[in-house]
């Protein structure tokens, strides 16, 4: 594959409904993008379409895989944008949350982006921007979202810290805090026109998200020209977190 000239960008959870859309989004931009996934045949589908690098992760919260896979891509062409897209939606309330669900959440939400920190801090010597997921439902309190807003709040204190803490090495961190987005892990949400309405209604921008609606938002976080920020949340979730919309007629 050759280099292109935006940067280079490795996007962890590359196979889902927003790691697709951002891996096509960069690709489309000029950049390099190495994906990062589970699922082998996808990810050769994936590469196919798309031109990008391959790499497979079989458990999130494998420091030493996800430190080889950091290390690996860092050395085709230095990585200038990290992504993680791994995740999962979870609605159920801590009483019906078991141990080894809170397990998986926490290795698949928190370990991750925890292991992705490590690695770039040991691996990445050049400027990088890391970009990790929380939650609308970490920055307000909403129902059997007990788990989710745990992890989620967990996340967003990492990239502050890991923010404070590389600065000086110019490795950025930041998240974006997304609602209601309509992909393949949120289509049992949304199976029915009343159930898409409802949630439309509860975002005060009046619809639900597209993972193109993320991808972009990701993109123009990661722009080389926007500097001198980082341990940002952002909320991109139609208003739902912070805003009170008056009633729709």
């Given at each position: 594959?050759?280099?292109?000239?935006?940067?280079?960008?490795?996007?962890?959870?590359?196979?889902?409904?927003?790691?697709?859309?951002?891996?096509?989004?960069?690709?489309?931009?000029g950049?390099?993008?190495?994906?990062?996934g589970?699922?082998?045949k996808?990810?050769?589908?994936?590469?196919q379409?798309?031109q990008?690098?391959?790499?497979?992760?079989?458990?999130?919260?494998?420091?030493?895989?996800?430190?080889?896979?950091?290390?690996?891509?860092?050395?085709?062409?230095?990585?200038?944008?990290?992504?993680?897209?791994?995740?999962?939606?979870?609605?159920?309330?801590?009483?019906?949350?078991s141990?080894?669900?809170?397990?998986?959440l926490?290795?698949?939400?928190?370990?991750?982006?925890?292991g992705?920190?490590?690695?770039?801090?040991?691996?990445?010597r050049?400027?990088?921007?890391?970009?990790?997921?929380?939650?609308a439902?970490?920055?307000?309190?909403?129902?059997?979202?007990?788990?989710?807003?745990?992890v989620?709040?967990?996340?967003?204190?990492?990239?502050?810290?890991?923010?404070a803490?590389?600065?000086?090495?110019?490795?950025?961190?930041?998240?974006?805090?997304?609602?209601?987005?309509?992909?393949?892990?949120?289509?049992?949400?949304?199976?029915?026109?009343?159930?898409?309405?409802?949630?439309?209604?509860?975002?005060?921008?009046?619809?639900?998200?597209?993972?193109?609606?993320?991808?972009?938002?990701?993109?123009?976080?990661?722009?080389?020209?926007?500097?001198?920020?980082?341990g940002?949340?952002?909320?991109?979730d139609?208003?739902?977190?912070?805003?009170?919309?008056?009633?729709?007629?």
């Amino acid at each position: 594959m050759q280099e292109k000239t935006n940067g280079h960008a490795l996007i962890f959870g590359a196979t889902g409904g927003m790691g697709k859309a951002i891996v096509r989004g960069l690709g489309q931009q000029g950049y390099r993008v190495t994906a990062v996934g589970r699922d082998e045949k996808h990810l050769a589908v994936m590469a196919q379409e798309t031109q990008c690098d391959i790499h497979t992760l079989q458990r999130p919260s494998d420091f030493t895989r996800v430190e080889e896979i950091v290390a690996a891509a860092n050395s085709t062409q230095p990585v200038s944008v990290i992504v993680n897209c791994l995740g999962s939606v979870w609605l159920k309330p801590s009483s019906a949350t078991s141990e080894s669900d809170w397990s998986d959440l926490v290795s698949l939400h928190l370990s991750s982006c925890f292991g992705i920190t490590r690695a770039v801090a040991k691996k990445i010597r050049q400027p990088c921007k890391v970009v990790f997921f929380s939650s609308a439902a970490a920055q307000t309190g909403m129902p059997n979202h007990e788990a989710i807003s745990a992890v989620k709040a967990g996340v967003e204190g990492l990239v502050r810290s890991a923010a404070a803490t590389y600065a000086r090495r110019q490795l950025s961190f930041y998240a974006i805090a997304p609602g209601m987005v309509e992909t393949g892990a949120t289509e049992h949400l949304l199976s029915s026109d009343a159930m898409k309405q409802l949630s439309a209604a509860q975002h005060p921008l009046g619809r639900i998200g597209q993972p193109d609606d993320i991808a972009k938002w990701v993109a123009a976080i990661i722009n080389p020209h926007l500097q001198w920020a980082s341990g940002m949340v952002l909320p991109v979730d139609g208003g739902l977190a912070h805003l009170r919309g008056l009633p729709r007629k």
